[in-house]
């Protein structure tokens, strides 16, 4: 099994910016792609960004894309999201994500989830 726990949420102003983290630990060799997906009261779940094991293939939603870069650490088994420019609208339960499958994009199935931070972006 495989454990996820982010980190790096929390209230900020419009314009600002954050730096969310996740964390895997148990059977991480069987990682591959990892993603961020986000849920706002009331919305269902969305993809954010994602990121093969390699690092060379990136993945954005296009609401997030030239504010949000995601990158990873496989030595450290980490996945980041770096925010910036962030709006009102980026309020949401932010989830990291993993999957055995190498790509990591918005239309597959990812097997392992964290809990969530929660990203507060006021105006």
């Known amino acids: 099994q495989v454990q996820l726990v982010e980190s790096g949420g929390g209230l900020v102003q419009a314009g600002g910016s954050l730096r969310l983290s996740c964390a895997a630990s148990g059977r991480t060799v069987t990682i591959y792609g990892m993603g961020w997906f986000r849920q706002a009261p009331g919305k269902e779940r969305e993809f954010v960004a994602g990121?093969?094991?390699?690092?060379?293939?990136?993945y954005y939603a296009d609401s997030v894309k030239g504010r949000f870069t995601i990158s990873r650490d496989n030595g450290k088994n980490s996945v980041y999201l770096q925010m910036n420019s962030l709006k009102p609208e980026d309020t949401a339960v932010y989830y990291c994500a993993a999957r055995k499958g190498s790509v990591a994009g918005p239309f597959v199935e990812y097997e392992y989830w964290g809990q969530g931070t929660q990203v507060t972006v006021s105006s």
């Open positions: 990121i093969r094991r390699s690092g060379d293939s990136t």
